[in-house]
C-alpha cells in the first residue's frame, strides 16, 4: 500500500508539473479552449466515459490452510449494476488435501479434486475497496474409518471484503479474503477458517 500511495504522489506532482503551464497561458489559448469546451465535443466526451463495460469476466485463484487445505480456481461471470454494485456466478474447482490420524495405525494424507459454484454479490463504497457476500454449494470427499473416502455435499455462506485496483478502463486486480458464517457440521475446515483470493476482472 506504501509502494502505491508513493506511485499515486508522483503520478500528481507530475501532472501538477504538466498542467501549470497550460493553466498559465491560458490567455493565450483562448481560442482553442473555447473549441474545447463546445457542446459537440463535450457529448462526445461523455458518450466515450459512459462507455464502461457492464458485463465482466475474470477468475480467483484461492488457498486456505489449516487442518485441511485446499487451493482453488474460480473463472467467473459479473454484472455491473452500477460503479459500486456488481453480482454475479463463478465455477470451483478445488484440490483439497488433509493429514489423517488414526487412533491406531499410521498417519496417511487423504487427497481430492472436486468442483462446486456460488453467487455472488459485491459492493463498493470506495473504487479501491470492496465488500462481498457468497453463497457456495460445493462438494468434499471425507475420510471413513475404514481409510476410504466418501462425498459429502457442503452449504457455505461468506462475507468479506478486499482491495480492487484498476489497470485500465475495464481490467481489475483483485485480493480479498473471507470468512464462512454457515460453519456447516459436514464442512471440512474449522469455523471461521479465512479463505484467501487473488484474480483479476475484465469488461466484455
Do not use: C
Not at 504522489?9 to 483562448?30: D, E, H, Q
Not at 468479506?160 to 456447516?184: E, Q, R, T
Amino acid at each position: 500500500m506504501n509502494k502505491f500511495m508513493k506511485n499515486n504522489f508522483t503520478v500528481l506532482i507530475l501532472s501538477i508539473m504538466i498542467i501549470l503551464p497550460v493553466v498559465s497561458g491560458f490567455g493565450f489559448n483562448k481560442l482553442y479552449n473555447d473549441q474545447k469546451d463546445s457542446p459537440v465535443l463535450k457529448l462526445k466526451s461523455s458518450n466515450t466515459a459512459s462507455k464502461k463495460s457492464k458485463v465482466f469476466t475474470g477468475g480467483d485463484i484461492g488457498v486456505t490452510f489449516g487442518n485441511f487445505n485446499e487451493v482453488r480456481l474460480s473463472p467467473l461471470i459479473g454484472y455491473r449494476f452500477t460503479d459500486k454494485v456488481s453480482a454475479g456466478v463463478k465455477f470451483v474447482y478445488r484440490h483439497s488435501w488433509e493429514k489423517i490420524t488414526p487412533q491406531l495405525g499410521a498417519e496417511y494424507n487423504l487427497t481430492s479434486d472436486a468442483v462446486g459454484g456460488n453467487i455472488f454479490m459485491q459492493y463498493n463504497p470506495v473504487p479501491e475497496f470492496y465488500v462481498k457476500t457468497e453463497y457456495s454449494y460445493q462438494t468434499y470427499k471425507q475420510s471413513t474409518t475404514q481409510s476410504t473416502s466418501e462425498s459429502t455435499a457442503v452449504p457455505f455462506l461468506f462475507i468479506g471484503g478486499g482491495y480492487s485496483k484498476m489497470i485500465s478502463k475495464n481490467l481489475y486486480f483483485n485480493a480479498g479474503i473471507k470468512v464462512d458464517i454457515l460453519n456447516n457440521l459436514n464442512s471440512p475446515f474449522d469455523n471461521y477458517t479465512p479463505f484467501f483470493d487473488v484474480g483479476m476482472t475484465v469488461g466484455l
